[in-house]
């Protein structure tokens, strides 16, 4: 283990912690036989929606970012000073694979000691990162700790959606705490978007399924778009039908369509709806028009609290570029609260 210029030998191990989880990450393809492997294969059987495509979306996104350089690049900017670790608690989200992995991370980086309640959906997974830190760095143990029920803690992080969202702000509130609820995120067309642009475009709304804060479930689309390109553009996805609970929510929500006489279009492995809601089911995607590019963005605005990610070329300030939506920068904190910062303050 090499010390890293400008940062105490702790953190230089800890970090060497995260880089040890990116070559895991890496090394997945190539060890089809190992422990690793197999509870992939487990995780798939216990949550069908973690595929094994979905999976490895997560673990070549989790690979490419847990490098040392990355790491270090990110953290720059805060002030590492080691203290005394304080009790973290952590409570995951399970929305699609590895996604509560962002948050035991920055407790790892801030030196503090993660107390872990797993989604019972991405447990497996979770728990098998965890003893595999164990294994390699014994002392890692100290720092992170499996739990079903969180008691004593100093500061925690929830995630969940908005139901237990008001568990967590009755349990929680007497500490400080970063609370989070169910998000979304929007795309913005315009005249000129190409298929390229669509083709990018479907990747922010198909992978995993569009279970995650970070996946475009509504678009604005301006007065005169032909909504056929859309279609034409999304067909790179159309093996996404092929797993079975996507096609009975799709089966279900187009039934209850025709049922009631609502008004949508039949993308044959989507379907479309024009509505002013936010959040749609799987396998729907929600749709309003629009003719003023500003009162747009103000209206927008007025949803912020709601929204993860606004996809567009350039209209929106701070915006994601099409099909970037599922490949977040390590500062891209969920909510845009700084996790790090959160952890660091007094």
Not at 42 to 71: G, R
Not at 130 to 145: A, C, T
Not at 209 to 216: E, I, P, S
Request: proline share 3%; glycine share 4%; net charge positive.
């Amino acid at each position: 283990m090499s010390k890293i210029k400008g940062i105490s030998a702790e953190l230089t191990e800890r970090l060497n912690w995260l880089v040890c989880l990116g070559d895991l990450f890496s090394s997945y393809e190539k060890n089809k036989n190992d422990k690793f492997y197999t509870t992939i294969k487990k995780a798939e059987i216990l949550n069908p929606w973690f595929s094994e495509q979905n999976i490895n979306t997560s673990i070549n996104y989790w690979q490419s970012k847990l490098k040392l350089n990355i790491i270090s690049a990110w953290i720059s900017k805060y002030e590492m000073i080691e203290t005394p670790p304080i009790q973290v608690g952590i409570v995951m989200a399970g929305n699609f694979p590895f996604a509560g992995l962002h948050d035991l991370i920055c407790v790892i980086i801030s030196g503090n000691i993660a107390l872990v309640k797993p989604s019972k959906s991405d447990k497996i997974l979770i728990e098998y990162l965890i003893d595999y830190l164990w294994n390699k760095f014994p002392k890692s143990k100290h720092y992170i700790i499996k739990t079903e029920i969180l008691k004593e803690f100093d500061k925690v992080i929830a995630t969940g959606s908005n139901n237990t969202f008001r568990y967590f702000e009755y349990y929680f509130s007497k500490k400080p705490n970063i609370l989070r609820k169910s998000r979304t995120s929007v795309a913005i067309l315009e005249n000129h978007t190409n298929k390229d642009s669509l083709r990018l475009l479907a990747k922010d709304i198909f992978t995993y399924f569009g279970l995650g804060c970070r996946n475009v479930s509504k678009l604005f689309i301006p007065i005169g778009f032909d909504i056929k390109k859309i279609i034409h553009g999304f067909d790179e996805f159309e093996k996404i039908k092929l797993h079975h609970k996507y096609l009975n929510n799709l089966n279900y929500y187009k039934t209850i369509k025709i049922l009631n006489n609502e008004k949508f279009i039949d993308g044959k492995f989507f379907l479309m709806s024009e509505s002013k809601r936010f959040t749609p089911p799987i396998s729907e995607i929600y749709y309003e028009f629009y003719e003023n590019e500003k009162e747009l963005i103000e209206y927008i605005k007025t949803k912020s609290d709601n929204l993860q990610c606004i996809v567009s070329n350039s209209i929106s300030e701070n915006h994601v570029n099409f099909g970037d939506t599922q490949n977040p920068k390590l500062s891209d904190y969920a909510d845009n609260i700084d996790t790090i910062k959160f952890l660091l303050t007094n």
